[in-house]
């Protein structure tokens, strides 16, 4: 893709960057609405067995995911055409999904800005090595980055650690605003869950909230990691690297389902999403398809970004994701061809 090409394709997609109240707003009802039907279904199934609530956890938490996406939005100031709606439903939604509005915001604006750039990594992304950073790193932070690629760690406590301990604390050099937007979270926190255990007995939250958190955590987890992990992804050192093409060809297509796409607030056209974050997640589909250049993204099915699973290494010199065990192999294969003797 040349440098005109990549000019022309955000004025494509220019037209699609305005948000509407009437589809935000009912955006809002039919997530928020379904969500706290299917909680108190899951509270009520308690009384019959737990298994049973599991029908109504696994909704409510691909509804959380779509809760996340409208939070998600507000943050970037494309769900409404107010930053300050954007800002109270923002915070609301950060509330239920245990984020900081400005916290969260910051950070996910400087993965924006650096998404796939090799010199710019360690803000608002997941920690990726090179294989040569990976070879030439000592024992112990070897042993770390294998034990954070793991998948239990990764989609397991790694949403246990992002969403109740390290979103609680303000990062380093916040400003006043910041910080008073996490503490007003925190305290909001608190105060519903404080609520929820009053009506229902903490026992019962544990139970219903737990679960719908430790399932759409999970699936929020995997989603910011299949959409920029996949084996042709991009990275570029600063000098080289390019705003678009880090979007269009470092961002997957995750080609979902209808029921998952709506679940998942169409965060799947995650290439287009990096090409204009001002897009509302309701009119990414349609930028997609109006948009001809992007037909030919990389796109990933459920079935395919599986395979992401044992991509932990970016290999800078054939520009891919390869594995641990593919290291072993071009480690042994450069080995051997040093010390074949010449004939």
């Known amino acids: 893709m040349t440098l005109q090409n990549t000019k022309n394709l955000r004025k494509q997609i220019a037209p699609f960057e305005k948000s509407t109240t009437k589809e935000s707003i009912w955006q809002v009802i ?12 899951a509270y009520l199934s308690l009384s019959v067995s737990y298994w049973l609530t599991l029908v109504p956890v696994v909704i409510a ?5 779509r809760i996340f996406i409208i939070f998600h939005d507000c943050t970037h100031h494309s769900f409404f055409k107010s930053r300050r709606a954007n800002r109270i439903v923002g915070t609301g939604m950060g509330v239920l999904t245990l984020f900081p509005f400005d916290q969260w915001g910051h950070e996910h604006s400087v993965h924006h800005a650096t998404s796939g750039n090799l010199d710019k990594r360690g803000t608002g992304d997941i920690w990726t090595l090179t294989v040569d950073e990976y070879l030439a790193a000592p024992l112990k932070l070897r042993l770390a980055y294998r034990f954070y690629r ?38 909001l926190i608190v105060v519903l869950a404080g609520v929820l255990c009053l009506a229902v007995g903490w026992q019962s939250f544990l139970l219903v909230q737990g679960s719908i958190f430790l399932i759409s955590g999970s699936v929020g987890i995997w989603l910011f990691y299949v959409q920029h992990t996949f084996e042709d992804s991009y990275f570029e050192e600063n000098k080289d690297w390019e705003y678009v093409l880090a979007a269009v060809e470092g961002s997957s297509f995750y080609k979902l389902p209808k029921l998952m796409q709506f679940l998942t607030g169409n965060i799947g056209y995650h290439h287009v999403h990096h090409l204009s974050p001002r897009i509302p997640n309701y009119k990414l589909e349609e930028a997609h398809n109006n948009t001809l250049p992007l037909k030919n993204v990389p796109t990933i099915t459920l079935a395919t970004s599986l395979q992401s ?28 061809v040093q010390v074949k003797p010449e004939l």
């Open 30 to 41: 039919n997530t928020i609405g379904p969500f706290i039907i299917l909680w108190y279904l």
């Open 150 to 187: 793991n998948p239990l760690v990764m989609f397991g406590i790694g949403p246990i650690y992002v969403f109740l301990i390290k979103n609680r604390f303000n990062r380093k050099g916040a400003r006043k605003k910041e910080k008073r937007n996490t503490y007003l979270t925190n305290v």
């Open 309 to 336: 699973i044992r991509f932990r290494l970016w290999d800078e010199k054939n520009k891919n994701f390869i594995s641990f065990k593919e290291v072993k192999y071009l480690t042994k294969k450069s080995v051997s």
């Open 61 to 65: 938490a691909g509804f959380l995911t």
